[in-house]
């Protein structure tokens, strides 16, 4: 069953770019991971950053985070935030594009892109 990897982190005075460069180099190391569906760091309100990724399965979101360039990168965010809150949530039910249902599905395989949606402020 997919299951959507939620991460928010609030850094701490005058280490957001420094965060965001990580946040991003996490990203984009995970981009061509088995099992991984898509991903997308974000901002929330003014003060807090945050990643959503969106896993195929629990087994590969929990696979991925246990290997060690992961477990770096991961302690490195922790050391910029005053706090993190971070929650890995089954999919139930929900309405997508046909092309992105069968991704979910496992029907079908796409290489990942990167987006360039603009620097989060």
């Known amino acids: 069953m997919a299951c959507l990897r939620l991460t928010l982190i609030e850094p701490k005075p005058g280490s ?32 807090r950053l ?24 991961r302690a490195r965010l922790r050391s910029l935030a005053l706090g993190t809150e971070e929650t890995l949530m089954d999919l139930r039910s929900g309405y997508l594009p046909e092309p992105l249902a069968a991704l979910i599905a496992g029907e079908t395989a796409m290489e990942p892109i990167a987006l360039k949606l603009g620097a989060v402020a």
Do not use: H
């Open 16 to 47: 957001r770019e420094e965060m965001q460069t990580v946040l991003t180099l996490l990203d984009a190391k995970l981009a061509k991971t088995p099992g991984l569906i898509f991903s997308f760091v974000t901002q929330l309100e003014t003060d």
């Open 50 to 73: 945050g990643r959503i990724a969106l896993w195929q399965s629990k087994e590969d979101a929990n696979r991925v985070a246990m290997r060690d360039d992961v477990l770096a990168l």
